[in-house]
């Protein structure tokens, strides 16, 4: 990864700026990432963590670093019988990609910061692409929602290098990015069929799951970015999700055929299922919201749906049955505690939804649901069913107090 035109990235990759990457994430925490395919967990390399450093800072200057295969993890996709493949790299390989993350975001060296993306980007984010939506909305009549078809896994590989070749030219991490767009994942053969059947191919795509693939994505669409900014499209992009906006039905129409024109330049498509025309007042779905219009308010709000919020309830009332949290040697305080993490993260997620309130109650109903479920299954009904108010109350199973009138959000 060093030669003698091309010097090596000690600086960059200095072992301060290691200790900073780790020192930042996930594995230096409570609650570290997975184990990649040498099985060493965050906890192991951090009980050695100085010499482990100085390993990783030796070799990235001497030339030997090169990142290992990737471990892959099968999550079930709610509420469809596919695989979600993330592929998990090694705790050193994590920190090298973290620390060149930093560098790239922090010196804004790659094209990818423009005014319709909002994906990855520091600054950015889901909330002020919702709020760009809302906008939006507001001033336009006509709306494509879109997905690009399997987008990380169909990115063509020799067109990403060339986009980092082209960004940083004959910079030291150029040769590192390239071995990590070449990532594959390392498994046994049923593993490897597993992965095939969700569209992993070998040579094709950039793995999720890498703290690099990210940014790399969006590198990958910042020439379309432009090509649709150029053609005067307002659009939100957040990953492979589009919104675009338009005045009439027949320039939504158009507008659709010249991003499909665009995308398949570089070999990408839009998803024939997931991509919709919405006209006047029509509720349109983006990232877990919907952008509809509020007759009280004679505007459009971004809200989440009856349908996401009873998803939402399932999957906590799923994943917290007595027969899921029993299959590992949980305690019941370790597992409220979980619970309750779980729907403080919906909360967080969801916060600026203009139903706020409404989120609120349901998921303080459902908190009581799941413990409900959980006492009758340890103790039986009859017992829950016998425990005067005091004790329910005591156990965290008492009434939750629904909106008032005055709060009812319209749904």
């Keep these: 990864m060093g030669s003698v035109l091309r010097p090596k990235p000690r600086k960059i990759l200095s072992k301060a700026n290691l200790f900073q990457a780790w020192d930042a994430s996930r594995d230096a925490t409570s609650s570290p990432g997975s184990v990649g395919i040498d099985n060493q967990t ?25 990142f290992s295969r990737l471990r892959p993890f099968f999550a079930q996709k709610h ?3 596919k695989e979600r493949v993330i592929c998990i790299p090694t705790v050193r390989d994590r920190i090298v990609q973290r620390a060149i993350v930093n560098y790239l975001a922090t010196s804004k060296i790659l094209p990818i910061h423009n005014a319709s993306s909002f994906g990855f980007i520091k600054g950015q984010g889901t909330s ?25 896994d169909q990115i063509p590989r020799p067109f990403l290098k060339e986009r980092v070749a082209a960004a940083l030219q004959n910079h030291s991490l150029t040769p590192l990015i390239c071995s990590a767009v ?9 593993e490897i069929a597993r ?85 006047p007042g029509q509720n349109v779905p983006f990232l877990g919201l919907e952008i509809a219009f509020y007759d009280r308010l004679s505007k459009y709000v971004a809200r989440i749906s009856r349908r996401q919020i009873r998803k939402i309830q399932d999957r906590i009332e799923s994943a917290y049955s007595y027969s899921e949290v029993a299959k590992a040697p ?12 779980s729907i403080s993260a919906y909360l967080g997620v969801y916060r600026n939804a203009h139903n706020y309130p409404a989120l ?19 103790f039986g009904v009859q017992a829950c069913e016998e425990l005067d108010e005091r004790a329910r109350l005591f156990l965290g199973m008492g009434t939750v107090t629904m909106p008032s009138a005055a709060r009812d959000l319209d749904w």
Aim: charged share 25%; net charge neutral; glycine share 6%.
């Design 42 to 66: 965050a906890k192991q390399f951090a009980s050695n963590l100085d010499a482990n450093l100085d390993e990783i800072r030796k070799r990235l200057n001497n030339g030997s670093f090169g």
């Design 79 to 81: 509420g469809s019988t």
């Design 128 to 152: 002020k692409a919702i709020e760009k939506a809302v906008e939006l909305r507001s001033m336009y009549e006509w709306c494509v929602k879109a997905d690009i078809e399997s987008f990380f």
């Design 182 to 190: 070449d990532c594959e994942i390392k498994g046994t053969n049923d």
């Design 195 to 279: 992965a095939a059947a969700q569209g992993i191919k070998c040579g094709l795509g950039i793995r999720q799951g890498m703290p690099l693939s990210p940014l790399l994505a969006n590198l990958t669409l910042s020439k379309f970015d432009r090509a649709v900014e150029r053609r005067r499209i307002p659009m939100i992009r957040y990953a492979d999700d589009l919104l675009l906006f338009f005045d009439t039905e027949a320039e939504a129409k158009a507008g659709q055929e010249f991003v499909e024109a665009q995308l398949k330049s570089i070999h990408l498509r839009l998803s024939s299922t997931k991509t919709v025309v919405f006209g």
């Design 330 to 341: 949980n305690t019941l305080g370790e597992v409220t505690v979980r619970l309750s993490r």
């Design 360 to 378: 609120l109650a349901e998921l303080e109903q459902t908190m009581r649901v799941v413990l409900i479920n959980l006492y009758s299954d340890i």
